[in-house]
């Protein structure tokens, strides 16, 4: 596999919408996604109101790559070889010892399947994007409050926890004002979403006139997506795109056959009748990757038209498209931007009135690093005080290495580059780091001692 990639020599250019062309201001949507679940539970299903609360620095818990063990209660961060680095029972870490003794110094029993994205199954949830992360730190409060009220040792709230996540997020749910979420993103769109750099729509437009095939590939409903265009892109969000695919259901989009998954057309948002094959650009509801390829194919006019998509979700973005399309990826990481610790110089040098008014009373930024569960690349093994030796990666990490083509923090981070630019890959043989645009997480490179990692 050759050492470089280049925008240049791809023929379709592939977005997702949510945390990838659309960013959202982060504080303010944990907190919002947070509360729809939490009331939810309370309301419909008896949890304690307790739940309803939140202390400021709470979100801390939140961290992508954690894995719930449903049936324990506990939290883990893995290890590239699926070994526990660290764990919590609820919101509580667990010592060294409680590690050792429950989980020993061995691969994790349900690694194998989460290693394979294998994504439905009662018995563990893997947290890797922003809309699910707020959850996790809900689950982890259900189980303190259970613990507190019932001492249980096995857990039957996931159901619930579904229960709340479809309730809020169902595909009628924008149109019917339901649950908390889409009504309060609708009626406050700035409190939550940050407006499409022009840099950004600069180098949409750059790239089209390159020549380049433009998709959207969202499993938003087409009626949240049209409210997040037109917000973060403007009026005409449609010009910007050949092809817009909504509700595509991913990972399934990827996976799934044609007659599995057939595209559908729309009508005032509502999918009319399945497609037997995709013939033309234009806007399309659920639908494959097979017969999007296919249409590529026709209007290209390449047997093998070269594919990158760039997305935020390890499961249903970047694992999907690389594993079963064979398409180039990029992963935009927001940790990247948390992991020097500090606001990025721009942010900063904004005057106060621009910063917007509710960056005031805001919780913690959650793509910061989390103090509870350390860096999402590295950590120490467990209970081994040698430092020399301990550092690991975690598996979120090696997920990156193995499926991203690159990873960035933003789309704004490349938005000024030619679209020649030729970007060092994430492959076999370069360096862990080679692949990570503007600069490798500060975790990953040699601190001044020089600690050596695995």
Known sequence: MQQHFSLAECDVVGFDLDHTLCRYHLPQSARLIYDSFAHYLVTEKGYDEDLLTLAPDS???????????????????LAEDGTVLRASHGTKSMTVEEILEI????????????????SRTAKYYLYDNYFDLPGALLCARVVDSLDQHDGQKKYDFWKDMVAAIQHNYKISAFKEDCGMYFPEVKNHPDKYLQRCPDSVKKWLKQLKNAGKILLLITSSHSDYCRLLCEHVLGNDFEEYFDILITNALKPGFFSHTPNQRPFRTLENDEEQEALLSLDKPGWYSQGNAIQLYDLLKKMTGKLDPKVVYFGDSMHSDIFPAHHYSNWETVFILEELLGDKGTVPAKAESEPLEKKGKYEGDQLKVPYFVSKQWGSFFIDRLPGLENAEETLVHTWSCKCINTYSTIAIPSLEAIADLPLDYRFTRFS???????????????ALLPNEDSVMMK
Do not use: Q
């Open 428 to 442: 076999s043989n370069s360096s862990a780091t080679a692949g990570y645009y503007p600069s490798p997480p500060r």
């Open 59 to 77: 979100l801390d818990f939140c961290c992508k790559g954690l894995v719930l063990d449903i049936e324990e209660g506990n939290f883990l961060k």
């Open 103 to 118: 989980y020993g110094r061995k691969e994790w029993k349900h690694f194998n399947t989460v290693s394979g994205m294998v």
